[in-house]
């Protein structure tokens, strides 16, 4: 697991780490079931504190997006998979609207841009 920390931005380190995980989670990047480094594991490779850590941790699971056993250690949830969808779903309509609009900037109408997309899916086929 890649997480890039920055000094330099307003949020909080903690913030970041969830964001990340987060994003790792509504990607599928990470799956149901799949564990996620130990909080001490993960301070050490990001050079941070346990208690941030931790904190992020506990805020993943507040989310339901992470389920932690005691001995164990954290794992991804797979208790909320309707809000996983609901929420790639929402990042799905974001980038068709990125795409309405470059579309808009190019002059491309709505046909057009049925017949690109449809290319698009048979080269995948």
Excluded: C, H, W
Aim: aromatic share 6%.
């Amino acid at each position: 697991m890649n997480i890039i920390l920055s000094n330099s931005s307003g949020e909080p380190i903690y913030a970041q780490i969830v964001s990340q995980i987060r994003q790792l989670i509504l990607q599928g990047e990470l799956a149901a079931g799949d564990p996620l480094p130990s909080i001490r594991q993960l301070a050490k490779d990001l050079q941070i504190s346990v208690i941030t850590t931790k904190r992020a941790y506990e805020e993943l699971e507040r989310e339901g997006l992470v389920d932690s056993l005691v001995g164990k250690g954290s794992f991804v949830s797979g208790m909320n998979q309707q809000y996983i969808r609901e929420q790639r779903y929402r990042l799905l309509e974001e980038k068709m609207k990125e795409v309405m609009e470059e579309s808009r900037l190019l002059g491309i109408g709505f046909a057009e841009m049925v017949d690109i997309f449809r290319t698009l899916k048979e080269e995948q086929e």
